[in-house]
T-cell receptor, first 113, second 114 residues
């Protein structure tokens, strides 16, 4: 079975500052890893995904994430955030032989002016 | 190309009633997954349909059931509603059942059970 832990429920940050949203996962098998964003009253949108290959993955809106197999982590980073990045961010995992996506509880990113 | 749409947007039901939620998948997609997102939680996988057949199921009781139609739209049915069924129900479509395909989510249906 897989599980996902998002280490921070809320992250306040000032505009133009860097941010890191932390995600750790647990799995006994190989996994695919994802980050999604959810804006208020909307569904989820894929930011980026790690399937294989390079451990540094670049996504939309200037976000990137690094897969660290030894630490079972997949932290999301952005060097300079905007007010419009205020949203809920979800880390998710799928085992490579399964069919369902397991989501973390989410991290609320709040960007202040 | 239209995105994933869901109806209704909001719904209020009472305990014991039955509810049907609807999802229209994105054009060209034959796979639909349903998720339950309780307040303050991440989405939880309910089940997935691929070409009108159930392709996998999460840890939800049998009173949660679904259908997928020949045009790949889908329904989620919940019988004997309980208070804990109050949540945002999301559907997501993808172009095939492959794990590497991106899931595109609809805006969700907010269900309140009183």
């Amino acid at each position: 079975a897989q599980s996902v832990t998002q280490l921070d429920s809320q992250v306040p940050v000032f505009e133009e500052a860097p941010v890191e949203l932390r995600c750790n996962y647990s799995s006994s098998v190989s996994v695919y890893l994802f980050w999604y964003v959810q804006y208020p009253n909307q569904g989820l949108q894929l930011l980026l995904k790690y399937l294989s290959g390079s451990t540094l993955v670049k996504g939309i809106n200037g976000f990137e994430a690094e897969f660290n197999k030894s630490q079972t982590s997949f932290h999301l980073r952005k060097p300079s955030v905007h007010i419009s990045d205020t949203a809920e961010y979800f880390c998710a995992v799928e085992n490579t032989g399964g069919f369902k996506t397991i989501f973390g509880a989410g991290t609320r990113l709040f960007v202040k002016a | 190309e239209t995105g994933v749409t869901q109806s209704p947007t909001h719904l209020i039901k009472t305990r014991g009633q039955q509810v049907t939620l609807r999802c229209s998948s994105q054009s060209g997609h034959n796979t639909v997954s349903w998720y339950q997102q309780a307040l303050g939680q991440g989405p939880q996988f309910i089940f997935q349909y691929y070409r009108e057949e159930e392709n996998g199921r999460g840890n939800f009781p049998p009173r949660f059931s679904g259908l997928q139609f020949p045009n790949y739209s889908s329904e989620l049915n919940v019988n004997a509603l309980e208070l804990d069924d109050s949540a945002l129900y999301l559907c997501a479509s993808s172009s095939s059942g492959a794990h590497t395909d991106t899931q595109y989510f609809g805006p969700g249906t907010r269900l309140t059970v009183l």
